[in-house]
């Protein structure tokens, strides 16, 4: 029979509803209210996994995202890795596991929905303890729209692990009276875990139980995006331990967790008890501990006299005071069984702990706030708050009732300019004792832990420092203190200590490790949202696009379209389907799909000179009906895009762009037109779906042409080469254009959308007597390779200029200026050794270089570093050429044509020729049939 230390009585749980779940093939029950953590102390259960670097035994230390030790990985309803036992939420058939070291990931897809709303708010109250109820409540009497999210499921704070029965009731007084508001939005089970630039806040919403199936409709997280006029920060405190030798044993807690875990959740933590305190709140935990029914064994304080109202108390129940004493190490193994109290055992199956309190500034930080050491409180402060930001509560450092409500009603009236509301009369607060400021007892400092979860000790520090590392900030990353699951809420002050102590400089002037967004983890699935699947990067296709899945294509992913790559005929691996399709282009006649290339309209008077001063050569002068290929560069001078640009009128272009780079290009564009030039009469708009463009090419794409359209004259005199006509089909209006990648005839077929399917297909039929072969990307991809034409971002990588690539004819010496010609002038891009676009032949003509293979200039590798000379940019196997070629980028490229280089691969180097990068048809008389 399992053991219970569940409470007879008390708790905010449904004890009459029974949940049952699995915790390591454990069947074990709970109740609503409980989490996972309470659920398993409940039952007895302290280990619940093993530490990542040490194996050592982990248990639960916190009730809340502040534990540093109790992760498990959930199983079902849907698996998760790595969550912390005391933030989930249990609900029935959850089957969980312990965690040793690290846990895994889902093999499927999350089945649920997540999503984001957007909210606005005159205040925005971060947290719905006593200091931000009374915030909230008065913005709301004042008029003001407010938002008010808190992390836990119920509002109350603190005092939810507390028994101030008229507080309990003025906080469901105030949540009443919030809900009735017509501006408030109050947000349970939300952790603001992100404070931006003027008043912008994310914040996670757990929407239903942490895990439970979510019903239909209805998302198990969203994000909130909240732009609020002021931000009050009350997001409470949290407690501190202190470090001493072997303090990482499972059953060693924040002495507050145990008051949250009896008086929240009806749970006695354990039933022989030492409480070890620098600080008064610990006697808070023995006192209710020993009126639950723990024996209390001993409270340990550090300090020389125990405050005398305490002592009183514990006198009381017969505990144990012993003043200026300290814990210095445990025993036991899979749980502490005994604290070593200044070397002498004392029993026990629970050892709190209480080192202080840390006011979570982690919200304050993340917008620019700066932060004070404040000495009484043997904490870090808000020092200077970001603009339209206030600090309340435990958070500011006030940490008792009254302080905490009359500062929330203070601020609020404050950040908004009305009148504070009443507040309940409370207990006057019993006069503190100053506390001790203890970061760590002297011992072993192997065994000492600072970060549970990292395993990182006293030692890791000392290593850290004996390296040289001085700022709080090397020391984090050589130790990798902070940088777990908890993001160092209890470690990283104390970490910030331990190392101003062994630097002998005070902490206030070490200071702290900086906060960064998010104040607890976020599941990517929540930050994509319904940004997933189909919705994370959507599926662009063209008008025929299922006529190419009828044929059997193999599609390939370009800037969100689907192309097809290639057409595989029955027995065909990919190398095989291109052969054929280039054979076919080169001999015959074959057609594409090219409709997703970028389209962009450029109209309005100063069309020409916008054009004139982005691209590298001259596009004013083009005369109507013409066309001209174009390369734009960024302000550097290196290759951006390219394309060709039609005149369809006198104020009227259209722009066409690589696949990938349209968005970019209109984006560019508009950049340009709207910031340095917005005097131009410009109108850029992206067409790119309006328009279906079909590539008719090879020498037979005139007889094709010549059967769909013959009232056009396809000859090389009556439609020269970059030239368009309009021309119609069945009352359709289309637009050839003589416009050609591959270094064959070509035609350009250009129809709407709407109509594309019907044209595509009346093309195919004409071309069905010449043997008209589809062909893809790939195929695409060899033809222009062969011609040297260059792919920008393939052949190109950001460091190339258009006389890299051979293309000095393309940047105009006539216009005075356009965006990247000042660059040009560059000492840099005189260099005769900078890499240019050369073709290369491996030796052996059946070998395939790969793409991204470096060259260098000897067949026997040097002792390291290797001088590299460049690397292969495209590489294809050609049915023209009957073997294997390659475009590079190569140092000093066109000096070095005819010379062999060599290209390393698998352990051995691979003889090249460098040689020009046209391989096909140099002279371009096939351009013309």
């Not at 000179?609 to 290196?638: F, Q």
């Amino acid at each position: 029979m399992t053991e219970t230390f569940r409470t007879a009585s008390g708790g905010r749980i449904d004890r009459i509803t029974t949940l049952r779940f699995t915790f390591d093939e454990r069947e074990l029950t709970g109740h609503p209210g409980d989490t996972l953590a309470s659920a398993l102390l409940a039952a007895g259960v302290h280990e619940i996994g093993t530490s990542v670097r040490y194996a050592r035994p982990r248990g639960i230390g916190a009730a809340w995202a502040e534990d540093p030790g109790g992760l498990v990985q959930i199983e079902r309803p849907f698996p998760e890795p790595m969550l912390q036992a005391a933030t989930v939420e249990l609900v029935d058939g959850l089957v969980a596991s312990s965690i040793g070291g690290r846990g895994h990931l889902a093999h499927g897809s999350d089945p649920a929905r997540y999503d984001a709303s957007h909210a606005h708010a005159d205040l925005l109250v971060v947290g719905a303890g006593p200091a931000g109820l009374a915030a909230a409540l008065t913005a709301a009497r004042g008029g003001a729209r407010v938002v008010l999210v808190d992390e836990q499921s119920e509002a109350g704070g603190a005092l939810l692990a507390a028994t101030d029965r008229p507080a309990l009731d003025w906080v469901a007084a105030t949540t009443a009276e919030l809900a009735s508001a017509p501006d408030v939005l109050h947000l349970q089970r939300t952790t603001a875990f992100g404070h931006y630039d003027d008043g912008f806040v994310l914040a996670l919403e757990r929407r239903t139980d942490h895990l439970s199936r979510v019903p239909r409709n209805v998302s198990r997280q969203r994000i909130w995006r909240i732009r609020a006029r002021h931000v009050l920060v009350a997001a409470g405190a949290h407690e501190r331990p202190v470090v001493f030798t072997d303090n990482d044993r499972p059953g060693i807690m924040l002495a507050g967790a145990s008051r949250t875990y009896l008086h929240r959740y009806g749970v006695l933590a354990g039933r022989e008890v030492v409480v070890f305190t620098t600080d008064d709140a610990a006697y808070a935990a023995a006192v209710d501990l020993a009126d639950a029914g723990a024996r209390v064994a001993a409270v340990v304080d550090a300090r020389p006299s125990a405050p005398p109202e305490w002592r009183a108390a514990c006198a009381e129940r017969g505990i144990p005071v012993r003043e200026d004493a300290v814990v210095t190490g445990t025993a036991g193994v899979e749980r502490v069984r005994a604290a070593l109290v200044d070397g002498e055992p004392v029993h026990c199956d629970l050892l709190l702990v209480s080192g202080g309190w840390n006011p979570a500034v982690h919200l304050v930080s993340q917008a620019g706030g700066t932060l004070r050491y404040d000495e009484p409180l043997g904490a870090f402060l808000p020092a200077t708050l970001p603009p339209a930001t206030s600090v309340a509560g435990a958070a500011n450092g006030t940490l008792d009732l009254a302080g905490c409500l009359a500062e929330g009603a203070r601020a609020a009236a404050t950040a908004l300019g009305v009148d504070p509301v009443p507040l309940p009369r409370t207990e006057p607060a019993p006069q503190r004792t100053a506390q001790r400021v203890l970061w760590r007892v002297p011992g072993d400092e192997h065994a000492q832990f600072v970060d549970v979860q990292r395993d990182a000790t006293v030692a890791d520090i000392a290593r850290a420092l004996g390296a040289g590392m001085r700022s709080i900030e090397h020391v984090k990353r050589y130790t990798t203190i902070g940088t777990a699951h908890d993001q160092g809420k209890t470690s990283g002050i104390v970490a910030a200590g331990i190392t101003a102590e062994l630097l002998g400089v005070p902490v206030a002037t070490l200071g702290t490790t900086t906060f960064r967004a998010p104040y607890t983890p976020v599941a990517f699935a929540a930050l994509a949202g319904r940004h997933r699947g189909v919705r994370y990067d959507p599926e662009r296709t063209t008008p025929v696009h299922d006529w190419h899945v009828a044929r059997g294509a193999v599609f390939e992913d370009v800037g969100q379209w689907k192309r097809p790559r290639y057409y595989p005929l029955p027995g065909e691996d990919m190398e095989a389907a291109v052969l054929r399709e280039c054979a076919a282009v080169r001999r015959g006649v074959g057609i594409m799909d090219g409709s997703t290339l970028g389209m962009i309209d450029v109209a309005g008077p100063d069309a020409g000179e916008l054009l004139d001063r982005l691209y590298t050569n001259v596009m004013s002068s083009l005369r109507v009906g013409r066309i001209r290929y174009g390369v734009m560069c960024k302000a550097d001078g290196m290759v951006f895009d390219d394309g060709t640009v039609m005149r369809l009128a006198e104020d009227r272009f259209l722009v066409s762009t690589t696949t990938g780079g349209a968005a970019a290009v209109l984006d560019w564009m508009e950049e340009w037109l709207q910031t340095e030039w917005p005097h131009l009469r410009v109108r850029l708009t992206s067409v790119t779906d309006h328009w279906a463009t079909f590539p008719v090419v090879g020498p037979r794409s005139r007889d094709v042409i010549g059967a769909v359209f013959p009232d056009v004259d396809g000859s090389a005199a009556g439609f020269p080469f970059m030239t368009w006509r309009d021309t119609g089909l069945g009352g359709v209006p289309v637009r050839l254009a003589r416009i050609s990648f591959s270094g064959e005839l070509a035609f350009e077929v250009n129809v709407d959308a709407w109509h594309a399917r019907a044209v595509w297909d009346r093309l195919i039929a004409a071309g069905e007597p010449h043997g008209i072969t589809p062909y893809g990307t790939e195929t695409m991809h060899v033809l222009r390779a062969e011609k040297g034409y260059p792919i920008v971002g393939q052949d190109t990588d950001g460091t190339v200029t258009p006389h890299d690539l051979g293309m000095e004819w393309i940047v105009s010496a006539k216009k005075p200026d356009f965006v990247g010609k000042r660059s040009f002038a560059r000492p840099s891009d005189q260099d005769p050794q900078r890499k240019h676009l050369v073709g290369l032949l491996p030796r052996d003509p059946a070998f395939l270089l790969p793409e991204g293979a470096q060259l260098v200039g000897t067949p026997t590798l040097p002792e390291p570093p290797v001088p590299m000379l460049g690397h292969v940019t495209s590489s294809y196997r050609s049915a023209e050429l009957g073997r294997t070629f390659a475009l590079a980028l190569v140092r000093g490229g066109r000096d070095r044509i005819g010379q062999t280089l060599h290209v390393p691969v698998g352990g051995t180097t691979v003889p090249v020729e460098v040689t020009s990068p046209v391989f096909v048809d140099p002279e371009g008389t096939r351009r013309d049939g």
